[in-house]
């Protein structure tokens, strides 16, 4: 989500900016003077590290390029594109890979292009905003069937009968309705900035290219606010939430804080004067920094939520709760769901890690009963909230873990979307403990993915029909997938 268009970041030697373009400027001269093409090139002076001469082979599932060494070591290199051939520092080295970043570019991949943002490798939003974007989908299309035979032990006769090309939007830049601000001190000031590469790096930001294009001067006012109020007063600012939707125009401003005192009028009315916000909502939290919970929402200026039009509805979203950041993409989701399942009015359905209703809301238009479960107290309120504006009176909305809390009536159709971890072992046999004809399972991780479609099968209850893969987030190596499942006979 962090890639920039930046006003001000890390510096090469000439002042200019790190990343594609500082890459490329050796490449012309290395060419001249006839780099040789050894693949492990020791410097003279032990403060400096090692180089290597390598060949993007092609892009891991990561924001590396990857190569191998001359005796077959897998090399992660950071800022490195397929088709590449680069001069790497290595970084790290162990006794099964490498881990490098390119110094400089010999000959450029002709799938190398020049990103609207000059920060990429540089800050972590955009790690493939380097790469073409057909070649980007033909990478994440590789990473889903790597994944399903490695991990799953899919035979490739059987992944390439599963897996069917990767859909995408139009929008490759300009897509996410939302980006999160990180604070820091510089030289006794206040910052607000993006996650570099290096998550302890604060990039300052006047715009970033891949947050909606409407809206694109929200991040340098928030930034520029919260910065001025901040030298004057302690904010005590953990990070800042700006979800925007063009379909809406509602706009949120989310600032995260540990509970305690906290200058509410004052932040409210230099908010309002810099960007006029649908909403400004602060966020307390509680616990230490890894493990904080959310303690309340407190209001500050207009709307209590964030809003948006999706699938032939609309939601409302509190700032702690999940959405898609990619609301066009999300739709062919749900759309790849529903052709899944293909769900009958007399339909029993159930929707496990449900969040605010993103397929909870399209199911209970076309089903006569949705059971919905969801652990997540914000995304409970939010959702009783959604099917209440919506008039939908057919829903069972289930607060808990999907496992403990696995609903008692069966069902003819399944939707499952669980976080990146996947779904806990025991939740294989609940599903299929029902009688469901079509589970649909929406994915955020290739590898957990395949690790539980192994489970599946090894269940024996249902079969794999397909898996397509979602391209959800362009400029990174993230994809969604959707798999259909069916009931053996």
Not at 156 to 184: F, Q
Not at 214 to 242: E, F, T
Not at 258 to 287: N, S, W, Y
Request: with cysteine; aromatic share 6%.
């Amino acid at each position: 989500m962090r890639g920039r268009l930046c006003e001000a970041g890390p510096r090469g030697r000439r002042g200019a900016p790190l990343g594609y373009p500082a890459i490329l400027r050796g490449a012309e001269r290395r060419r001249r003077h006839g780099a040789a093409s050894a693949t492990l090139v020791r410097n003279k002076t032990p403060q400096e590290r090692d180089t290597m001469r390598l060949t993007i082979e092609r892009m891991a599932y990561g924001p590396d390029g990857l190569a191998h060494t001359e005796d077959g070591k897998a090399v992660f290199v950071a800022g490195g594109v397929v088709g590449d051939v680069v001069e790497a520092r290595v970084d790290s080295e162990d006794a099964s890979l490498v881990r490098a970043t390119v110094e400089s570019v010999v000959e450029a991949s002709p799938h190398r292009v020049e990103a609207p943002c000059p920060f990429v490798g540089v800050c972590g939003g955009c790690p493939w905003g380097a790469l073409d974007r057909k070649t980007q989908l033909a990478a994440k299309e590789d990473n889903l069937r790597s994944a399903l035979m490695r991990i799953g032990k899919f035979t490739a006769d059987e992944v390439a009968a599963l897996v069917r090309p990767i859909r995408s939007t139009r929008d490759a830049w300009g897509y996410r309705n939302k980006v999160e601000l990180a604070p820091s001190v510089e030289r006794g000031r206040v910052r607000l900035g993006m996650h570099g590469r290096d998550p302890k790096q604060i990039i300052s930001v006047g715009s970033c290219p891949l947050f909606e294009k409407k809206y694109s001067r929200a991040i340098k006012a928030v930034a520029g606010a919260l910065g001025y109020l901040g030298n004057s007063r302690d904010l005590s600012l953990d990070r800042v939430g700006v979800r925007a939707s063009r379909r809406t125009g509602a706009v949120e401003v989310a600032l995260w804080t540990p509970t305690g005192p906290f200058p509410r009028a004052h932040v409210a009315r230099v908010l309002e004067d810099a960007l006029a916000p649908t909403g400004i909502v602060r966020v307390m939290t509680k616990g230490e920094q890894r493990a904080r919970r959310v303690s309340k929402v407190e209001l500050l200026a207009g709307e209590g939520s964030w809003s948006e039009k999706i699938a032939d509805g609309r939601m409302r979203v509190s700032a702690p709760s999940f959405f898609q950041v990619n609301t066009a993409a999300a739709e062919i989701l749900i759309d790849l769901v529903m052709d899944a399942l293909k769900p009958e009015p007399e339909d029993l359905a159930i929707d496990l890690y449900c969040g605010a209703g993103t397929f909870t809301m399209p199911l209970a238009r076309r089903c006569d009963f949705v059971a919905a479960v969801e652990a997540y107290g914000p995304a409970v309120r939010d959702l009783r909230h959604n099917i209440d504006a919506a008039n939908l009176s057919n829903v069972d909305i289930i607060g808990g873990d999907a496992v403990k809390e696995f609903p008692d009536q069966d069902a003819d159709v399944l939707v499952v979307d669980p976080p990146r971890a996947g779904l806990a072992a025991e939740a294989v046999g609940l599903i299929a403990s029902t009688s469901a004809r079509d589970v649909a399972y929406v994915s955020c991780d290739p590898a957990t993915l395949a690790r539980d479609l192994a489970r599946f099968r090894a269940d024996g209850t249902f079969r794999v029909v397909s898996a397509t893969p979602v391209d959800l987030f362009p400029q990174t190596f993230h994809c969604e997938t959707v798999v259909h499942l069916t009931r053996n006979n």
